[in-house]
């Protein structure tokens, strides 16, 4: 239901984009991470049309959030990347703003962020 993609190798201070593509409809929209040995953690959020947005403190002027309706595509642009941004990163689909995981209904398969200091 959901295909997360655009993970990848990148230096400290890098760029990465990463999208979630869904068959369903939803109103809330979340990118979740995942690292080695630890829970699953909230990124960022997104509802509606986008009119509202809310962030990890980790990751709040870093990375942005946006969706597009009409292609049922979500993304995650996340720059300044740092070492401890390496994870698993999980897109998430639920009928309402979360920041905890057991809220959503639909997940996508994860894609790999690697951060290399």
């Known amino acids: 239901q959901l295909q997360a993609s655009g993970g990848g190798l990148v230096q400290a201070g890098g760029s990465l984009r990463l999208s979630c593509a869904a068959s369903v409809r939803s109103f809330s929209r979340a990118w979740f991470r995942q690292a080695p040995g630890k829970k699953r953690e909230f990124v960022a959020v997104?509802?509606?049309?986008?009119?509202?947005?809310d962030y990890a403190e980790s990751v709040k002027g870093r990375f942005t959030i946006s969706r597009d309706n009409a292609r049922n595509t979500m993304y995650l642009q996340m720059n300044s990347l740092k070492p401890e941004d390496t994870a698993v990163y999980y897109c998430?689909?639920?009928?309402?703003?979360?920041?905890?995981?057991?809220?959503?209904?639909?997940w996508g398969q994860g894609t790999l962020v690697t951060v290399s200091s």
């Open positions: 997104i509802t509606g049309s986008g009119e509202t947005v």
């Open positions: 998430a689909a639920g009928p309402i703003r979360a920041t905890t995981p057991n809220l959503y209904t639909a």
